[in-house]
């Protein structure tokens, strides 16, 4: 009995656990109305005059991701807020 309790015990931690991980996992989002978002060439136009080359974009989660290259050529997966095309340095998805 006391093993089954045990287990049972642990089923509920990680149930509340999950659930308080994946509540923090939303809290960073922008939540910026659809009818404030630029149009993806406007965006990738605001990525190009900061030095991007994108070469796909595509809105998901609350923001705009993109693939492009940097001015070095490296290439970067990153995220854009979508209503000032500004690329968001540390955005979790």
């Not at 642990?10 to 659809?34: C, E, M, Q, W, Y």
């Amino acid at each position: 009995m006391h093993k089954a309790l045990t287990l049972s015990t642990l089923a509920a931690l990680l149930f509340v656990t999950g659930s308080a991980l994946a509540d923090d996992h939303h809290k960073n989002r922008l939540n910026i109305p659809v009818e404030k978002w630029l149009s993806t060439s406007d965006v990738t136009q605001k990525l190009t005059a900061q030095g991007y080359n994108v070469t796909k974009i595509e809105a998901d989660d609350g923001v705009y991701e993109f693939d492009a290259l940097d001015a070095n050529g490296v290439r970067i997966e990153g995220h854009a807020n979508p209503a000032t095309g500004e690329v968001l340095t540390g955005y979790d998805d």
